[in-house]
């Protein structure tokens, strides 16, 4: 199972950008995913998960400011970002919590990472 994440960019504060991750490989099902992030000199931490339910759940600092979507057929996730500041500058890492198959255990996967630079 590989996990490719793209739509990393530099953009001016007050901008969007969207992020996308998708898995590919033997995969039944992701429960679920999510999107994590690690800023110059702290250490990663959660931005938002979503379940395959669709239940959604952000990170205070991102509340009203991110939106988490997923589509299973392509087993991909998203992450759109409005109204980004600096202090969001970092690597953004997706994570899934997926099986291989219908029986199988429940295994966590990261994407490589993908850097967003928010700067004027």
């Known amino acids: 199972v590989q996990l490719v994440e793209s739509g990393g960019d530099l953009v001016q504060p007050g901008g969007s950008l969207t992020l996308s991750c998708q898995a590919s490989g033997n995969i039944f099902g992701i429960p679920i995913m999510g999107w994590y992030r690690q800023t110059p000199g702290q250490q990663r931490e959660l931005v938002a998960t979503?379940?395959?339910?669709?239940?959604?759940n952000y990170a205070s600092s991102l509340q009203g400011r991110a939106t988490i979507s997923r589509d299973d057929a392509k087993n991909t996730v998203y992450l759109q970002m409005d109204g980004l500041k600096p202090e969001d500058t970092g690597v953004y890492y997706c994570r899934m919590n997926l099986q291989r198959t219908q029986r199988g255990p429940l295994l966590q996967y990261w994407g490589q990472g993908t850097q967003v630079t928010v700067s004027a």
């Open positions: 979503i379940a395959s339910n669709g239940g959604a």
